[in-house]
């Protein structure tokens, strides 16, 4: 359930394009900061709730892991407050199953049960930090905008500059535009939001084997796959382009024709024809987004 509206800024149209039936305006990412909080104690969540409402835009509540997991798989928050007590199940559990469906949100652990077993696991499954409970509004308020704030939307490796082999350089620079509210029509687009020179992304997609026009389309997809579910709006209204034929032809490469209003990440990375399924760059990213492979019941 929606607990909670902080008021937004102006909302700007999309551009709107002949013969297509002009879409309702939607916020900017600037002005649409989601936070998700997964507790199954009503107390619990409404002192999160009051803490965070002057922190974002718009608040969702789920009482168990399966709403939970639901609710970010639709609206792909940018933060997830998660417990790890929930009556359905091991928070952690439900952790790994949004790394599995390409859940992208920072992950702050909450919970009165905190190991260094816990905090060991959550960190291999890319959450940015273990709370305890009972918490102090402050100490709250110090996670939630470290985590905001962190760089890279996995709080992983992907935060450092790019460095490392062409493959770690080629992934981290498809991340890195996934948190920039904008679509990266052209290369350059790609390589600022990467905070590196066009030369240097040609350098990389060349040492990878992934042109820089499929590496920039696929960026450009991908991101604007993540930024419609948050917005609920379709993917085409988010898209800035002129004509018709460019828009069919990046849906029809997406594989996601006639699924751009509810498809996963998941979903257009497994049939998305930007770049081939068995490059290892392009493996790598999948394991970046994807996470672990969920955990088999003993």
Same mark, same amino acid.
């Given at each position: 359930?929606?607990?909670?509206?902080?008021?937004?800024?102006?909302?700007?149209?999309?551009?709107?394009?002949?013969?297509?039936?002009?879409?309702?305006?939607?916020?900017?990412?600037?002005?649409?900061?989601?936070?998700?909080?997964?507790?199954?104690?009503?107390?619990?969540?409404?002192?999160?709730?009051?803490?965070?409402?002057?922190?974002?835009?718009?608040?969702?509540?789920?009482?168990?892991?399966?709403?939970?997991?639901?609710?970010?798989?639709?609206?792909?928050?940018?933060?997830?407050?998660?417990?790890?007590?929930?009556?359905?199940?091991?928070?952690?559990?439900?952790?790994?199953? /949004?790394?599995?469906? !390409? %859940? *992208?949100?920072?992950? $702050?652990? +909450?919970?009165?049960? @905190?190991?260094?077993?816990? =905090?060991?696991?959550?960190?291999? /499954?890319?959450?940015? !930090? %273990? *709370?305890?409970?009972? $918490?102090? +509004?402050?100490?709250? @308020?110090?996670?939630?905008? =470290?985590?905001?704030?962190?760089?890279?939307?996995?709080?992983?490796?992907?935060?450092?500059? $790019?460095?490392?082999?062409?493959?770690?350089?080629?992934?981290?620079?498809?991340?890195?535009?996934?948190?920039?509210?904008?679509?990266?029509?052209?290369?350059?687009?790609?390589?600022?939001?990467?905070?590196?020179?066009?030369?240097?992304?040609?350098?990389?997609?060349?040492?990878?084997?992934?042109?820089?026009?499929?590496?920039?389309?696929?960026?450009?997809?991908?991101?604007?796959?993540?930024?419609?579910?948050?917005?609920?709006?379709?993917?085409?209204?988010?898209?800035?382009?002129?004509?018709?034929?460019?828009?069919?032809?990046?849906?029809?490469?997406?594989?996601?024709?006639?699924?751009?209003?509810?498809?996963?990440?998941?979903?257009?990375?497994?049939?998305?024809?930007?770049?081939?399924?068995?490059?290892?760059?392009?493996?790598?990213?999948?394991?970046?987004?994807?996470?672990?492979?969920?955990?088999?019941?003993?």
């Amino acid at each position: 359930m929606q607990v909670g509206n902080a008021a937004p800024g102006p909302s700007p149209q999309p551009p709107h394009r002949p013969g297509r039936p002009a879409t309702p305006p939607v916020h900017t990412a600037a002005w649409r900061l989601i936070v998700l909080i997964i507790e199954d104690n009503a107390s619990e969540a409404a002192f999160f709730s009051r803490v965070l409402a002057s922190m974002c835009s718009e608040i969702l509540a789920a009482a168990t892991g399966a709403q939970g997991l639901a609710l970010a798989i639709a609206r792909q928050p940018h933060l997830i407050l998660l417990d790890l007590k929930l009556p359905d199940g091991w928070g952690m559990h439900f952790l790994a199953r /949004l790394r599995s469906a !390409g %859940v *992208l949100a920072r992950v $702050l652990i +909450v919970s009165g049960y @905190v190991t260094d077993e816990v =905090k060991e696991h959550a960190r291999k /499954l890319g959450a940015l !930090g %273990v *709370l305890d409970k009972p $918490l102090l +509004v402050e100490d709250l @308020v110090e996670a939630v905008s =470290k985590a905001l704030t962190a760089d890279g939307p996995l709080g992983r490796t992907w935060a450092a500059e $790019l460095e490392g082999s062409p493959v770690e350089r080629w992934a981290s620079m498809v991340v890195k535009t996934l948190e920039t509210p904008h679509d990266p029509r052209i290369r350059e687009g790609v390589a600022r939001s990467a905070g590196i020179t066009l030369n240097r992304m040609k350098t990389t997609c060349t040492a990878v084997a992934i042109p820089a026009h499929d590496t920039r389309d696929l960026a450009r997809v991908l991101g604007t796959l993540v930024w419609a579910r948050r917005l609920e709006c379709t993917l085409e209204s988010l898209l800035d382009i002129g004509d018709e034929r460019t828009l069919e032809h990046l849906i029809e490469r997406s594989g996601l024709r006639g699924r751009t209003s509810t498809a996963t990440v998941r979903e257009f990375l497994d049939r998305q024809q930007f770049v081939p399924q068995d490059n290892v760059a392009f493996t790598l990213l999948r394991q970046a987004l994807l996470g672990e492979p969920e955990p088999r019941p003993h």
